[in-house]
């Protein structure tokens, strides 16, 4: 990296952001159209920050890759503010690519993500769990409740 340029130069910007992708990512165009993943505290995971679409993608995956074959994990999406289809695919996408019994479970997740995902039937693919807040601290892969049977 080229110590030389200024805080402002994008040449840095763009060095900084190539080299620690898992800190943030900017569009280039505006500070406000960020990606923020870093690791969780509580459980083997991520928590996801900001806005997912076709700019901030490529970090998503691959945060989600340095994921596969450590088993079942979490991702924190409590910070999400914005998610497109893309971004969407690709969470199901690692979910349906682990083996093993192992679950990769969305916690916090807005309600418009959930909505979505129960639209379009991605809820039901195989390896996904949504919860609606902390992750468990084994990762233990455990049955998820059907609603419809706990309803009387």
Known sequence: MNTTDTAGTPGLALD?????????????TSADHLLRVSPLVDAQGLRIEGELDRST????????????GRGSFC????????IDVGGLRALVTAAADLHGGHVLTIRSAPAQVRRLL???GWHETPGLRLQAQACPASMATQPTPNPIATMS
């Open 118 to 120: 129960e639209l379009i």
């Open 57 to 68: 993608l490529p970090t998503l995956v691959r945060a989600l890759a340095s994921m596969a």
């Open 75 to 82: 991702l924190d999406l409590s910070g999400l503010t914005f």
């Open 16 to 28: 900084l952001m190539v080299e620690r992708p898992e800190i943030a990512l900017t569009s280039g």
